[in-house]
């Protein structure tokens, strides 16, 4: 998963990989690009032909770039 990925939607401002636990939290700069990836990405994206999920997450505490609604989640679908 790249940065490239999500661009096309909106301006990232942080993007973390959790690769022992197979997601990624992407954190747009407003609700507006959080929106618009859901609606693309939702049950099409793929990485090396795994699907993954797309959902809304939650931010860390003290997040400063704009509360739970501008944080994706995208974990991979091990279901499918």
């Not at 049950?43 to 739970?68: C, E, F, I, Q, Y």
Request: hydrophobic share 35%; net charge positive.
């Amino acid at each position: 998963i790249t940065r490239d990925n999500f661009y096309a939607y909106g301006e990232i401002t942080n993007l973390v990989i959790l690769p022992g636990k197979s997601c990624a939290f992407v954190t747009y700069s407003n609700r507006e690009g959080a929106e618009k990836a859901v609606k693309a990405l939702y049950n099409k994206l793929t990485v090396k032909g795994v699907p993954l999920r797309v959902s809304w997450g939650r931010s860390a505490p003290g997040d400063v770039h704009g509360g739970n609604d501008t944080l994706l989640l995208f974990k991979i679908n091990k279901n499918t």
